[in-house]
Protein backbone atom coordinates (compact mmCIF):
# COMPACT_ATOMS: atom_id res chain seq x y z
CA UNK A 1 0.00 0.00 0.00
CA UNK A 2 1.35 3.43 -0.94
CA UNK A 3 1.46 6.27 1.01
CA UNK A 4 -1.98 8.05 -0.52
CA UNK A 5 -3.80 4.68 -0.13
CA UNK A 6 -2.93 5.10 3.86
CA UNK A 7 -3.58 8.47 4.03
CA UNK A 8 -7.47 7.87 2.60
CA UNK A 9 -8.17 4.66 4.74
CA UNK A 10 -7.03 7.03 7.47
CA UNK A 11 -9.29 9.70 6.54
CA UNK A 12 -11.93 7.58 5.62
CA UNK A 13 -12.26 5.34 8.93
CA UNK A 14 -11.10 8.21 11.70
CA UNK A 15 -13.98 10.24 10.04
CA UNK A 16 -16.18 7.13 10.26
CA UNK A 17 -15.16 6.19 13.98
CA UNK A 18 -15.28 9.38 15.39
CA UNK A 19 -18.81 10.42 13.91
CA UNK A 20 -20.57 7.54 15.17
CA UNK A 21 -18.62 8.08 18.53
CA UNK A 22 -20.19 11.21 18.61
CA UNK A 23 -23.90 9.36 17.62
CA UNK A 24 -23.35 6.81 20.41
CA UNK A 25 -22.42 9.40 22.79
CA UNK A 26 -25.60 11.41 21.75
CA UNK A 27 -28.29 7.84 21.65
CA UNK A 28 -27.11 7.04 25.25
CA UNK A 29 -27.14 10.62 26.75
CA UNK A 30 -31.41 10.69 25.17
CA UNK A 31 -32.03 7.05 26.13
CA UNK A 32 -30.93 7.49 29.88
CA UNK A 33 -32.83 10.77 29.78
CA UNK A 34 -35.96 8.43 28.51
CA UNK A 35 -35.28 5.80 31.21
CA UNK A 36 -34.11 7.50 34.28
CA UNK A 37 -37.42 6.87 35.40
CA UNK A 38 -37.69 3.37 35.60
CA UNK A 39 -33.97 3.55 36.65
CA UNK A 40 -35.08 5.10 39.70
CA UNK A 41 -38.54 2.85 39.98
CA UNK A 42 -36.53 -0.27 39.41
CA UNK A 43 -33.50 0.27 40.80
CA UNK A 44 -31.34 -1.90 38.75
CA UNK A 45 -27.59 -2.79 39.60
CA UNK A 46 -25.07 -0.02 37.97
CA UNK A 47 -23.12 -2.58 36.58
CA UNK A 48 -26.20 -4.42 35.12
CA UNK A 49 -27.29 -0.83 33.51
CA UNK A 50 -23.68 -0.32 32.19
CA UNK A 51 -22.27 -3.67 31.18
CA UNK A 52 -25.92 -5.55 31.10
CA UNK A 53 -27.60 -2.88 29.14
CA UNK A 54 -25.19 -0.28 27.73
CA UNK A 55 -22.33 -2.05 26.41
CA UNK A 56 -24.64 -4.42 24.49
CA UNK A 57 -26.75 -1.32 23.27
CA UNK A 58 -23.76 0.00 21.38
CA UNK A 59 -23.27 -2.41 18.52
CA UNK A 60 -26.99 -2.69 17.77
CA UNK A 61 -27.20 1.51 17.18
CA UNK A 62 -23.22 1.56 15.41
CA UNK A 63 -24.37 -1.48 12.71
CA UNK A 64 -27.92 0.45 12.60
CA UNK A 65 -26.83 3.82 11.15
CA UNK A 66 -22.80 1.99 10.04
CA UNK A 67 -24.04 2.39 6.20
CA UNK A 68 -25.13 5.93 6.48
CA UNK A 69 -22.12 7.06 8.39
CA UNK A 70 -19.67 5.68 5.98
CA UNK A 71 -21.74 7.52 3.63
CA UNK A 72 -21.66 11.05 5.23
CA UNK A 73 -17.99 10.26 6.14
CA UNK A 74 -17.12 9.84 2.11
CA UNK A 75 -18.70 12.76 1.43
CA UNK A 76 -17.49 14.77 4.23
CA UNK A 77 -13.70 13.97 4.23
CA UNK A 78 -13.72 13.50 -0.11
CA UNK A 79 -15.57 17.15 -0.30
CA UNK A 80 -12.88 18.50 2.18
CA UNK A 81 -10.30 17.19 0.05
CA UNK A 82 -11.78 18.43 -3.08
CA UNK A 83 -12.00 21.77 -1.86
CA UNK A 84 -8.29 21.54 -0.91
CA UNK A 85 -7.75 21.02 -4.68
CA UNK A 86 -5.73 17.58 -2.91
CA UNK A 87 -7.68 15.10 -5.62
CA UNK A 88 -6.35 17.27 -8.64
CA UNK A 89 -3.31 17.38 -6.83
CA UNK A 90 -3.43 13.30 -6.70
CA UNK A 91 -5.03 13.44 -10.04
CA UNK A 92 -2.08 15.50 -11.97
CA UNK A 93 0.34 13.58 -10.26
CA UNK A 94 -0.34 10.70 -12.57
CA UNK A 95 -2.67 8.65 -10.46
CA UNK A 96 -5.78 7.86 -11.94
CA UNK A 97 -9.14 8.30 -11.12
CA UNK A 98 -9.81 4.15 -10.62
CA UNK A 99 -6.46 3.96 -8.80
CA UNK A 100 -7.53 6.82 -6.18
CA UNK A 101 -10.60 4.49 -5.59
CA UNK A 102 -8.73 1.44 -4.38
CA UNK A 103 -8.16 2.31 -0.51
CA UNK A 104 -12.00 3.73 -0.49
CA UNK A 105 -13.09 0.28 -1.24
CA UNK A 106 -10.38 -1.26 1.44
CA UNK A 107 -12.39 0.73 3.38
CA UNK A 108 -15.63 -0.03 2.87
CA UNK A 109 -14.94 -3.59 2.33
CA UNK A 110 -13.60 -3.73 6.26
CA UNK A 111 -16.60 -1.94 7.40
CA UNK A 112 -18.55 -3.66 5.52
CA UNK A 113 -17.07 -7.55 6.77
CA UNK A 114 -17.06 -5.29 10.52
CA UNK A 115 -21.57 -4.73 9.72
CA UNK A 116 -21.59 -8.25 8.75
CA UNK A 117 -19.91 -9.99 11.59
CA UNK A 118 -21.77 -7.46 13.90
CA UNK A 119 -24.95 -8.26 12.21
CA UNK A 120 -25.08 -11.93 11.80
CA UNK A 121 -22.97 -13.04 15.34
CA UNK A 122 -22.65 -9.99 17.80
CA UNK A 123 -25.89 -8.50 17.85
CA UNK A 124 -27.84 -11.36 18.33
CA UNK A 125 -26.09 -12.46 21.73
CA UNK A 126 -26.24 -8.32 22.58
CA UNK A 127 -29.74 -8.28 22.16
CA UNK A 128 -30.63 -11.50 24.39
CA UNK A 129 -28.84 -9.48 26.78
CA UNK A 130 -30.41 -6.92 26.45
CA UNK A 131 -33.83 -8.02 26.32
CA UNK A 132 -32.66 -10.11 29.51
CA UNK A 133 -32.13 -6.87 31.12
CA UNK A 134 -35.39 -5.29 30.36
CA UNK A 135 -37.36 -8.65 30.98
CA UNK A 136 -35.71 -8.81 34.68
CA UNK A 137 -35.60 -4.61 35.72
CA UNK A 138 -37.74 -2.82 33.04
CA UNK A 139 -40.42 -4.18 31.06
CA UNK A 140 -41.08 -7.96 32.76
CA UNK A 141 -42.24 -10.76 30.55
CA UNK A 142 -43.37 -10.66 27.45
CA UNK A 143 -46.58 -12.33 26.40
CA UNK A 144 -47.24 -15.67 26.86
CA UNK A 145 -50.76 -16.35 24.98
CA UNK A 146 -50.79 -17.28 21.45
CA UNK A 147 -53.76 -18.18 19.51
CA UNK A 148 -55.18 -19.50 16.23
CA UNK A 149 -51.29 -20.89 15.58
CA UNK A 150 -51.02 -23.60 12.36
CA UNK A 151 -48.51 -25.28 11.32
CA UNK A 152 -46.86 -28.72 10.06
CA UNK A 153 -45.01 -30.77 12.31
CA UNK A 154 -43.49 -33.22 9.90
CA UNK A 155 -44.28 -34.32 6.08
CA UNK A 156 -48.50 -34.57 5.93
CA UNK A 157 -49.02 -33.71 9.39
CA UNK A 158 -50.66 -30.48 10.79
CA UNK A 159 -51.18 -29.36 14.11
CA UNK A 160 -53.68 -26.71 15.25
CA UNK A 161 -54.56 -25.30 18.29
CA UNK A 162 -56.75 -21.95 19.45
CA UNK A 163 -54.84 -20.50 22.64
CA UNK A 164 -51.76 -21.70 23.99
CA UNK A 165 -50.11 -20.24 27.14
CA UNK A 166 -46.14 -20.13 27.08
CA UNK A 167 -46.03 -19.75 30.89
CA UNK A 168 -47.67 -22.93 31.55
CA UNK A 169 -47.01 -24.77 28.66
CA UNK A 170 -50.47 -25.84 27.81
CA UNK A 171 -53.29 -25.02 24.98
CA UNK A 172 -56.96 -25.39 24.50
CA UNK A 173 -58.68 -27.03 21.63
CA UNK A 174 -55.85 -29.30 19.85
CA UNK A 175 -56.14 -30.92 16.70
CA UNK A 176 -53.63 -33.36 15.06
CA UNK A 177 -54.27 -34.22 11.22
CA UNK A 178 -52.33 -36.87 9.38
CA UNK A 179 -52.76 -36.84 5.38
CA UNK A 180 -51.50 -39.17 2.91
CA UNK A 181 -51.68 -38.82 -1.16
CA UNK A 182 -55.29 -40.13 -0.78
CA UNK A 183 -56.33 -37.17 1.68
CA UNK A 184 -56.66 -37.45 5.60
CA UNK A 185 -56.10 -41.01 7.05
CA UNK A 186 -56.45 -39.54 10.89
CA UNK A 187 -57.99 -36.84 13.06
CA UNK A 188 -56.88 -36.07 16.64
CA UNK A 189 -58.94 -33.66 18.31
CA UNK A 190 -58.32 -32.92 22.12
CA UNK A 191 -60.04 -30.15 24.70
CA UNK A 192 -56.74 -29.53 26.23
CA UNK A 193 -53.08 -29.90 26.03
CA UNK A 194 -49.90 -30.49 28.36
CA UNK A 195 -46.52 -29.94 28.17
CA UNK A 196 -44.83 -32.63 30.84
CA UNK A 197 -41.03 -31.48 31.18
CA UNK A 198 -40.03 -34.46 32.51
CA UNK A 199 -41.06 -37.12 30.28
CA UNK A 200 -41.16 -35.18 26.72
CA UNK A 201 -45.10 -36.17 26.41
CA UNK A 202 -47.79 -34.21 25.82
CA UNK A 203 -50.77 -35.05 27.58
CA UNK A 204 -54.02 -34.52 25.79
CA UNK A 205 -57.73 -34.49 27.55
CA UNK A 206 -60.72 -35.45 26.37
CA UNK A 207 -59.38 -36.67 23.43
CA UNK A 208 -61.40 -37.83 19.81
CA UNK A 209 -59.38 -39.62 17.41
CA UNK A 210 -60.99 -40.77 13.88
CA UNK A 211 -59.10 -43.27 11.63
CA UNK A 212 -60.09 -43.08 8.33
CA UNK A 213 -59.91 -46.40 6.26
CA UNK A 214 -60.52 -46.94 2.64
CA UNK A 215 -64.56 -47.71 3.34
CA UNK A 216 -64.81 -47.70 6.94
CA UNK A 217 -64.13 -44.73 9.90
CA UNK A 218 -62.93 -46.16 13.29
CA UNK A 219 -63.53 -43.24 16.09
CA UNK A 220 -62.29 -44.07 19.81
CA UNK A 221 -62.67 -41.08 22.90
CA UNK A 222 -60.36 -40.96 25.96
CA UNK A 223 -60.71 -38.98 29.29
CA UNK A 224 -56.56 -38.19 28.66
CA UNK A 225 -54.30 -39.05 26.58
CA UNK A 226 -50.29 -39.54 26.63
CA UNK A 227 -48.20 -39.05 23.13
CA UNK A 228 -45.16 -38.15 21.82
CA UNK A 229 -45.46 -35.33 19.26
CA UNK A 230 -42.94 -33.11 17.05
CA UNK A 231 -43.36 -29.90 19.14
CA UNK A 232 -42.11 -28.35 21.77
CA UNK A 233 -43.71 -25.34 23.87
CA UNK A 234 -40.96 -22.81 22.39
CA UNK A 235 -42.65 -23.86 18.55
CA UNK A 236 -45.99 -22.08 19.91
CA UNK A 237 -44.34 -18.66 20.95
CA UNK A 238 -42.30 -18.08 18.11
CA UNK A 239 -42.33 -14.65 16.97
CA UNK A 240 -40.66 -12.57 13.68
CA UNK A 241 -39.04 -10.22 16.56
CA UNK A 242 -37.28 -13.28 17.58
CA UNK A 243 -35.15 -13.39 14.21
CA UNK A 244 -32.71 -10.87 15.95
CA UNK A 245 -31.63 -13.64 18.71
CA UNK A 246 -30.49 -15.66 16.34
CA UNK A 247 -27.16 -15.71 14.68
CA UNK A 248 -27.04 -16.44 10.84
CA UNK A 249 -26.47 -19.98 11.01
CA UNK A 250 -29.65 -20.49 13.45
CA UNK A 251 -31.73 -18.25 11.66
CA UNK A 252 -31.39 -20.12 8.27
CA UNK A 253 -31.48 -23.57 10.05
CA UNK A 254 -34.71 -21.89 11.77
CA UNK A 255 -36.70 -20.91 8.36
CA UNK A 256 -35.61 -24.53 7.02
CA UNK A 257 -37.85 -25.96 9.72
CA UNK A 258 -40.85 -23.02 9.42
CA UNK A 259 -40.63 -23.97 5.52
CA UNK A 260 -41.75 -27.85 6.87
CA UNK A 261 -44.05 -26.73 9.41
CA UNK A 262 -45.79 -24.01 6.81
CA UNK A 263 -45.27 -20.65 8.82
CA UNK A 264 -47.36 -17.86 8.11
CA UNK A 265 -43.98 -15.64 9.45
CA UNK A 266 -41.75 -16.93 6.63
CA UNK A 267 -41.51 -14.11 4.66
CA UNK A 268 -40.60 -11.90 7.30
CA UNK A 269 -37.91 -14.03 8.72
CA UNK A 270 -36.44 -14.80 4.57
CA UNK A 271 -36.42 -10.81 4.10
CA UNK A 272 -34.31 -11.01 7.91
CA UNK A 273 -31.83 -13.09 6.14
CA UNK A 274 -31.25 -11.96 3.34
CA UNK A 275 -30.95 -8.25 4.83
CA UNK A 276 -28.19 -9.42 6.89
CA UNK A 277 -25.81 -10.09 3.84
CA UNK A 278 -27.64 -7.12 1.58
CA UNK A 279 -27.39 -4.08 4.20
CA UNK A 280 -23.16 -4.99 4.64
CA UNK A 281 -23.09 -4.29 1.20
CA UNK A 282 -25.04 -1.22 0.59
CA UNK A 283 -21.74 0.25 2.66
CA UNK A 284 -19.94 -0.50 -0.61
CA UNK A 285 -22.58 1.16 -2.79
CA UNK A 286 -23.09 4.29 -0.98
CA UNK A 287 -19.32 4.46 -0.60
CA UNK A 288 -19.57 4.62 -4.76
CA UNK A 289 -22.08 6.68 -4.61
CA UNK A 290 -20.19 9.15 -2.12
CA UNK A 291 -16.75 9.25 -3.88
CA UNK A 292 -18.34 9.87 -7.25
CA UNK A 293 -20.43 13.04 -5.98
CA UNK A 294 -18.17 14.75 -4.06
CA UNK A 295 -14.80 14.15 -5.47
CA UNK A 296 -15.57 17.34 -7.72
CA UNK A 297 -15.25 20.61 -6.49
CA UNK A 298 -18.61 22.56 -6.13
CA UNK A 299 -19.41 26.64 -5.65
CA UNK A 300 -21.54 25.25 -2.85
CA UNK A 301 -19.02 23.16 -1.07
CA UNK A 302 -19.17 20.21 1.58
CA UNK A 303 -22.52 21.82 2.37
CA UNK A 304 -24.04 20.76 -1.18
CA UNK A 305 -22.61 17.51 -1.58
CA UNK A 306 -23.82 16.61 1.88
CA UNK A 307 -27.28 17.35 1.19
CA UNK A 308 -27.62 15.87 -1.85
CA UNK A 309 -25.59 12.68 -0.27
CA UNK A 310 -28.10 12.48 2.63
CA UNK A 311 -31.39 13.01 -0.20
CA UNK A 312 -29.75 9.79 -2.07
CA UNK A 313 -29.11 7.94 1.23
CA UNK A 314 -32.77 8.57 2.56
CA UNK A 315 -33.69 7.89 -0.74
CA UNK A 316 -32.12 4.48 -0.38
CA UNK A 317 -33.37 3.57 3.05
CA UNK A 318 -36.69 4.63 1.95
CA UNK A 319 -36.64 2.49 -1.20
CA UNK A 320 -35.71 -0.43 0.94
CA UNK A 321 -38.75 -0.20 3.21
CA UNK A 322 -41.15 0.13 0.03
CA UNK A 323 -39.85 -2.86 -1.33
CA UNK A 324 -39.62 -4.92 1.78
CA UNK A 325 -43.21 -3.80 2.62
CA UNK A 326 -43.80 -5.30 -1.14
CA UNK A 327 -42.26 -8.64 -0.33
CA UNK A 328 -43.99 -8.91 3.31
CA UNK A 329 -47.82 -8.35 1.69
CA UNK A 330 -47.40 -9.11 -2.23
CA UNK A 331 -45.89 -11.75 -3.71
CA UNK A 332 -42.38 -9.63 -4.33
CA UNK A 333 -39.84 -12.67 -3.24
CA UNK A 334 -37.86 -11.46 -0.10
CA UNK A 335 -34.50 -11.79 -2.13
CA UNK A 336 -34.93 -9.86 -5.17
CA UNK A 337 -36.71 -6.71 -2.66
CA UNK A 338 -33.87 -6.91 -0.46
CA UNK A 339 -31.10 -6.43 -3.27
CA UNK A 340 -33.18 -4.01 -5.84
CA UNK A 341 -32.25 -1.17 -3.95
CA UNK A 342 -28.22 -2.43 -3.96
CA UNK A 343 -28.79 -3.13 -7.68
CA UNK A 344 -30.64 0.00 -8.99
CA UNK A 345 -27.95 2.62 -6.02
CA UNK A 346 -25.33 0.55 -7.73
CA UNK A 347 -25.85 1.97 -10.92
CA UNK A 348 -26.42 4.82 -9.76
CA UNK A 349 -22.88 4.68 -8.43
CA UNK A 350 -21.47 3.53 -11.79
CA UNK A 351 -23.04 6.28 -13.90
CA UNK A 352 -22.01 8.78 -11.46
CA UNK A 353 -18.28 7.47 -11.17
CA UNK A 354 -18.35 7.81 -15.08
CA UNK A 355 -19.44 11.34 -15.24
CA UNK A 356 -16.83 12.14 -12.09
CA UNK A 357 -14.01 14.54 -13.39
CA UNK A 358 -10.76 12.15 -13.86
Not at 85 to 104: D, H, K, W
Amino acid sequence: MKKLDLYIIRKFLGTFFYAIALLAVVIIIFDISEKIDDFMEKKPPVEAIIFKYYANFIPYFINLFSALFTFISVIFFTSKMAANTEIVAILNSGVSFRRMLRPYFIASLFLALMSFGLTNFVIPKTSKNMQDFQKNYLKGQKKNNQSNIHMQISPGVFAYVESFDVKNKSGFRFSLETFSDTGMTSKLTGDYLKWDSITGLWTIENWNLREIREKSEIITKGAKKDTLLNLNPGDFAVDVDDAIYMDYRELRDFIEMEKLRGSGNLQKFQIEKHKRIAFPFATIVLTLIGVSLSSRKVRGGIGFNLGVGITICFAFILFMQVTTVFATFGNLPPVIAVWIPNVIFGLLGIWLLKIAPK
